[in-house]
C-alpha cells in the first residue's frame, strides 16, 4: 500500500510558473511509474504527463509539452511537476497516480493502468 500526497498548487497569474509535487509513503516509490492528470469543473479527466520508473522515460500531453516537465527524485520518493507559461486553460486540479512495475519503457497514459491516486491539488491561473 502506497499513499500520495500532493503540494504545491496555488494561485498565480498567467505566464506564471508552480511546481507541483507528488510524495510517496514508501522507499520502492523508484519502483513506481507515476502519472500526473488533472480535471476542470464540469470536463473529463485530462492526462497531463508521465514518468516511468528507474531511467524516467517522460510522456506529455500535446497541450502542455514544452511548457510544463516532469521529473523524479526517488531517494525522496517524490515525482515533480514543474509548469511554466501558465494560462488560465490550465486551472484545474491535478491528481498524481502510480503503480508498480517492471517495465521502464514509456509509462502508460491511461487511468486505469495506475493503482494508487493522491487527494490532488488545486491549481488556479488567473488572467
Known amino acids: 500500500q502506497v499513499t500520495l500526497v500532493e503540494s504545491g498548487g496555488g494561485l498565480v497569474q498567467a505566464g506564471g510558473s508552480l511546481r507541483l509535487a507528488c510524495t510517496a509513503s514508501r522507499r520502492i516509490f523508484s519502483t513506481y511509474a507515476v502519472v500526473w492528470f488533472r480535471q476542470a469543473p464540469g470536463q473529463e479527466r485530462e492526462f497531463v504527463s508521465a514518468i516511468s520508473r528507474s531511467c524516467g522515460n517522460t510522456v506529455y500531453a500535446d497541450s502542455v509539452k514544452g511548457r510544463f516537465t516532469i521529473s523524479r527524485d526517488n531517494d525522496k520518493n517524490t515525482v515533480h511537476l514543474q509548469m511554466d507559461s501558465l494560462t488560465p486553460e490550465d486551472t484545474a486540479g491535478y491528481y498524481c497516480?502510480?503503480?508498480?512495475?517492471?517495465?521502464?519503457?514509456?509509462?502508460?497514459?491511461?487511468?486505469?493502468?495506475?493503482?494508487?491516486w493522491g487527494q490532488g491539488t488545486q491549481v488556479t491561473v488567473s488572467s
Open positions: 497516480a502510480g503503480v508498480r512495475t517492471i517495465f521502464t519503457v514509456s509509462p502508460s497514459v491511461e487511468a486505469g493502468s495506475y493503482t494508487y
